[in-house]
């Protein structure tokens, strides 16, 4: 009787054994199917950078071509020393969103495809340490927002902050 | 006794063998996904060798001074002045920096680097306030006699101070037929900030 229960047992455990085999088949293969896109993605980001990272460079030289007009927009839309309601951002914003300062890049190769790029400023803004003075060192921040539609289809939106120290010094004669 | 003892070992290796038939049919897919993973990982291996060499040669080639590349192609006019296509090693060195591009040996594989330098005419266009208007009403920028859409410069467009670099990454994939060709593309900009 016993013998007879045992008949089939290997077949069973073989079975098994198989199945599991199977789902760890199944598991790999899911896994080697998400690893693709993160390489993709790796891939983007180092574009994406290097993309914002260059037009933040002409951002900054249009700060270091025409600083007088910048910090006076900037000071029209935050400076302290203006009550609230005088306060306006417009200026600002024109410095920011000027054309020049919009790159759509189209990007064609074998890893990603053709995919167009479009990297726009969207902010510059002052930090400064000693606010009581307009001289002295202070960080300027910009930032770049860069969208594309990957190669799967998905709209993606990245933003690069860069920020750069400023030594503000006065050219005016000193007495 | 005898009859019923051999038949239960005949039973026996039947059983055996049916699951060794099972085992195998189940390890050959196995088999199969585990030689695509090897392949693919090999792939990507390739392709971050490839992507990490871009970046790190774009990098340099950004590190360098403004124009330095371009002095040397000659300068002038506003390009494109083409480093490396014809597959011919080019190498530019600093005292803390060294570019090659053209046939680039990395690990295992050959890749082609290309870098392409052109200039980038720009204006830049801002609203302006007037100094005078603004000492007479400091706390009012309403008052301050803006003027919109300035464009700098006022006549034509500013050359010679921005450019723009693309960088592109070619090789062959390691495999039987002899290899697929890939690309990878990088493109970034420079200014001139250092002279201003």
Do not use: C
């Given at each position: 009787?016993?013998?007879?229960?045992?008949?089939?047992?290997?077949?069973?455990?073989?079975?098994?054994?198989?199945?599991?085999?199977?789902?760890?088949?199944?598991?790999?293969t899911s896994i080697l199917r998400t690893s693709k896109p993160q390489t993709s993605?790796?891939?983007?980001?180092?574009?994406?950078?290097?993309?914002?990272?260059?037009?933040?460079?002409?951002?900054?030289?249009?700060?270091?071509?025409l600083p007088t007009d910048f910090y006076a927009s900037y000071d029209a839309a935050f400076s302290p020393s203006i009550p609230p309601s005088n306060r306006n951002n417009a200026y600002l914003r024109s410095f920011i969103e000027d054309p020049?300062?919009?790159?759509?890049?189209?990007?064609?190769?074998?890893?990603?495809?053709?995919?167009?790029?479009?990297?726009?400023?969207?902010?510059?803004?002052?930090?400064?340490?000693?606010?009581?003075?307009?001289?002295?060192?202070?960080?300027?921040?910009?930032?770049?927002?860069?969208?594309?539609?990957?190669?799967?289809?998905?709209?993606?939106?990245?933003?690069?902050?860069?920020?750069?120290?400023?030594?503000?010094?006065?050219?005016?004669?000193?007495? | 006794m005898t009859y019923r003892r051999?038949?239960?070992?005949?039973?026996?290796?039947?059983?055996?063998?049916?699951?060794?038939?099972?085992?195998?049919?189940?390890?050959?897919?196995?088999?199969?996904?585990?030689?695509?993973?090897?392949?693919?990982?090999?792939?990507?291996?390739?392709?971050?060798?490839?992507?990490?060499?871009?970046q790190k040669t774009l990098n340099t080639a950004l590190q360098l001074p403004f124009g330095d590349l371009v002095a040397n192609r000659g300068g002038g006019g506003n390009g494109p002045w083409t480093f490396g296509a014809t597959g011919v090693e080019f190498s530019y060195a600093t005292g803390s920096l060294e570019l090659r591009l053209g046939k680039v040996l990395e690990g295992p594989l050959e890749y082609t680097l290309v870098l392409e330098i052109r200039d980038e005419p720009f204006i830049f266009n801002l609203s302006v306030h007037n100094p005078m208007a603004r000492n007479n009403a400091s706390d009012s920028p309403a008052l301050w006699e803006w003027q919109d859409d300035v464009k700098v410069p006022r006549v034509g467009e500013q050359s010679g101070l921005y450019h723009r670099y693309a960088l592109t990454a070619t090789w062959f994939d390691r495999d039987s037929t002899g290899g697929t060709q890939r690309t990878y593309r990088l493109v970034s900009y420079k200014a001139r900030l250092q002279e201003l």
């Amino acid at each position: 009787m016993m013998q007879a229960k045992r008949k089939g047992t290997a077949v069973v455990i073989a079975l098994v054994f198989g199945l599991l085999l199977l789902q760890m088949g199944i598991v790999y293969t899911s896994i080697l199917r998400t690893s693709k896109p993160q390489t993709s993605r790796i891939d983007e980001r180092s574009r994406v950078e290097f993309l914002a990272n260059g037009l933040i460079e002409l951002a900054l030289l249009k700060f270091r071509f025409l600083p007088t007009d910048f910090y006076a927009s900037y000071d029209a839309a935050f400076s302290p020393s203006i009550p609230p309601s005088n306060r306006n951002n417009a200026y600002l914003r024109s410095f920011i969103e000027d054309p020049v300062l919009t790159v759509h890049e189209q990007v064609e190769d074998s890893l990603l495809g053709n995919v167009q790029y479009n990297a726009q400023i969207s902010d510059m803004i002052l930090h400064t340490v000693a606010t009581s003075t307009w001289w002295g060192v202070q960080a300027l921040e910009i930032r770049a927002n860069v969208t594309f539609t990957s190669p799967e289809g998905v709209n993606v939106s990245r933003t690069v902050t860069k920020v750069y120290r400023i030594d503000r010094t006065s050219t005016a004669p000193v007495n | 006794m005898t009859y019923r003892r051999n038949k239960r070992q005949a039973v026996t290796l039947t059983e055996i063998m049916l699951a060794l038939f099972i085992l195998s049919a189940a390890f050959l897919p196995i088999m199969g996904v585990m030689s695509t993973g090897i392949h693919g990982t090999q792939k990507d291996e390739t392709i971050l060798r490839g992507v990490q060499l871009a970046q790190k040669t774009l990098n340099t080639a950004l590190q360098l001074p403004f124009g330095d590349l371009v002095a040397n192609r000659g300068g002038g006019g506003n390009g494109p002045w083409t480093f490396g296509a014809t597959g011919v090693e080019f190498s530019y060195a600093t005292g803390s920096l060294e570019l090659r591009l053209g046939k680039v040996l990395e690990g295992p594989l050959e890749y082609t680097l290309v870098l392409e330098i052109r200039d980038e005419p720009f204006i830049f266009n801002l609203s302006v306030h007037n100094p005078m208007a603004r000492n007479n009403a400091s706390d009012s920028p309403a008052l301050w006699e803006w003027q919109d859409d300035v464009k700098v410069p006022r006549v034509g467009e500013q050359s010679g101070l921005y450019h723009r670099y693309a960088l592109t990454a070619t090789w062959f994939d390691r495999d039987s037929t002899g290899g697929t060709q890939r690309t990878y593309r990088l493109v970034s900009y420079k200014a001139r900030l250092q002279e201003l």
